[in-house]
Each structure stands twice: as structure tokens, then as C-alpha cells.
């Protein structure tokens, strides 16, 4: 199976769908400063939560990249609470941002474009190939393991 999957280019383009509306269309703000500054916070999170995600793979010896293999099945830290952690990070600080930007109704359109894409493109296109890698010792890990949370 080709890959031709590329996670972080949708991030930055969910950040940039952020952003943008937020910054170009005010008028759609839902909220206004300090009621945006716990955003911040919400982006520390996700950065948070995908550094510890990714750093479990290093302390693995496997790649995180999607352009590799995996050497082996990672179901330890985060990933014994969730099967996609380092996605998860990545909402959360799509998420942070669009507080940030006094929750934009049109920059709304950044975390959805996200969730959308890594839940319907990449998330099944990553299962089926861990599937064939792993097999049942996938299976057993998605039995027991949610997608999200």
C-alpha cells in the first residue's frame, strides 16, 4: 500500500484555517478578551500531550513518522488511554488557537477540518496498515484500546 498520507501538512493547514478567519473576520467573535486567555492554556495541553505522545515512540526505538514502518506496537503511556494521543494533541491546540482567536465562528472551521480529516483519512488508513504489520496483537490492542478517548 502507497503512502501518500501527510498528517502535519492538515495540521498546518487547520492552523492556518484557525487563524486566519480569526484574524481577517471579527465581527464573528463569540467572545473577547481575557475570556480568550485560557486558550493558552488549552495550547500547552496539546503540546504537552503530543511531545509526551511522540517521546514514547523515541523511547521505543520506533518512528512516529508516517513515512516509516514501526518497529513495534506501542501501547504504553498515553497510548494505553488512547489509540491516536499525538492527534489528540494536535486538536487540542487547533482547539486552544481557535479560543484564542475569541472563538471565531469561521475559524471553528480549523479544529473541524482536523478532526475530520485525521478521524475519516488518516486513522484508517493507519489501523489497516498496523493491522497487516501487527495483526492480532492490533487487533487485541483496538479491542481494548479507544480511538479517541
Known amino acids: 500500500?502507497?503512502?501518500?498520507?501527510?498528517p502535519p501538512n492538515y495540521f498546518?493547514?487547520?492552523?492556518i484555517l484557525?487563524?486566519?478567519?480569526?484574524?481577517?473576520?471579527?465581527?464573528?467573535?463569540?467572545?473577547?478578551?481575557?475570556f480568550n486567555l485560557p486558550g493558552f492554556i488549552v495550547?500547552?495541553?496539546?503540546?504537552?500531550?503530543?511531545?509526551?505522545?511522540w517521546?514514547?515512540?523515541?523511547d521505543h526505538g520506533t518512528s512516529e513518522s508516517y513515512r516509516k514502518d514501526a518497529t513495534c506496537l506501542v501501547s504504553?503511556?498515553?497510548y494505553a488511554y488512547s489509540r491516536n494521543p499525538?492527534?489528540?494533541?494536535?486538536i487540542l491546540i487547533v482547539l486552544g488557537l481557535w479560543i484564542c482567536m475569541m472563538?471565531?465562528?469561521?475559524?471553528?472551521?480549523?479544529?473541524?477540518?482536523?478532526?475530520?480529516?485525521?478521524?475519516?483519512?488518516?486513522?484508517?488508513?493507519?489501523?489497516?496498515?498496523m493491522s497487516g504489520q501487527f495483526g492480532e496483537e492490533f487487533t487485541a490492542y483496538m479491542k481494548k484500546v479507544r480511538r479517541w478517548l
Open 103 to 129: 472563538m471565531n465562528l469561521l475559524a471553528l472551521a480549523g479544529p473541524v477540518f482536523l478532526f475530520l480529516v485525521l478521524n475519516f483519512r488518516f486513522i484508517p488508513y493507519e489501523e489497516s496498515v
Open 18 to 34: 484557525t487563524a486566519l478567519p480569526g484574524c481577517l473576520f471579527p465581527q464573528f467573535n463569540i467572545i473577547t478578551y481575557p
Open 12 to 15: 498546518y493547514l487547520a492552523l
Open 86 to 90: 499525538m492527534y489528540i494533541g494536535m
Open 43 to 53: 495550547v500547552a495541553i496539546g503540546v504537552l500531550v503530543t511531545y509526551v505522545s
Open 1 to 6: 500500500m502507497k503512502k501518500h498520507y501527510i
Open 76 to 78: 504504553d503511556g498515553l
Open 55 to 58: 517521546k514514547v515512540f523515541i
